[in-house]
T-cell receptor
């Protein structure tokens, strides 16, 4: 039972390049989330998916797109990376009801030069 | 709009001393509040949730709706408590979280 897995762990991009961050969970959770973590700002929600087939914007969605490929997988795409997107990205999942806790992945450290 | 405020970026205490990490929130509905913790080189994980009214690793947190606070307390800090602590508020159809900016706790020997 791996929980929430993310790939890659590290990535360096040049401005304007694109990439997709992958996330998968094996806990049969309904809801999945993408956050970015920046120093002094905590974690901010980028996009979320309440259930398979649905996605919604969070607090900071500009410059990102997401795909809920199936119940297990939720990917985050940067179409044209910018230095402001340098951050640590976390994927999380939860049952999505009541006071379920969220389970987090190990994070992807992205640097855009 | 919902907001979670953690006024202290850094907090240092000596081992055995009491510790309190502050969290204030603003939310129009009935809040569901959590404390998450990130130890060095580990994943972010749930520490406790207000609805459970439990003590985890000696930590407790009481929801005070009058003061809109959810402070985290421990009577005797241990060195292994050193970590980044985040207060979070759950809301919306997917129970998505709004996090505070975090408090880095260092427990000195």
């Amino acid at each position: 039972n791996a929980g929430v897995t993310q790939t890659p762990k590290f990535q360096v991009l040049k401005t304007g390049q694109s990439m997709t961050l992958q996330c998968a969970q094996d806990m049969n959770h309904n809801s999945m989330y993408w956050y970015r973590q920046d120093p002094g700002m905590g974690l901010r929600l980028i996009y979320y998916s309440a259930s398979e087939g649905t996605t919604d914007k969070g607090e900071v969605p500009n410059g990102y797109n997401v795909s809920r490929l199936n119940k297990r997988e939720f990917s985050l795409r940067l179409e044209s990376a910018a230095p402001s997107q340098t951050s640590v990205y976390f994927c999380a999942s939860s049952g999505g009801t009541g006071v379920d806790e969220q389970y987090f992945g190990p994070g992807t450290r992205l640097t855009v030069t | 709009a919902q907001r979670v405020t953690q006024p202290e970026k850094l907090l240092s205490v000596f081992k055995g001393a009491p510790v309190e990490l502050k969290c204030n929130y603003s939310y129009s509905g009935s809040p569901e509040l959590f404390w998450y913790v990130q130890y060095s080189r580990q994943r972010l994980q749930l520490l406790l949730r207000h609805i459970s009214r439990e003590s985890i690793k000696g930590f407790t947190a009481d929801l005070n709706k009058g003061e809109t606070s959810f402070h985290l307390k421990k009577p005797f800090a241990q060195e292994e408590d050193s970590a980044m602590y985040y207060c979070a508020l759950s809301r919306g159809s997917a129970r998505q979280l709004t996090f505070g900016s975090g408090t880095q706790l260092t427990v000195l020997p």
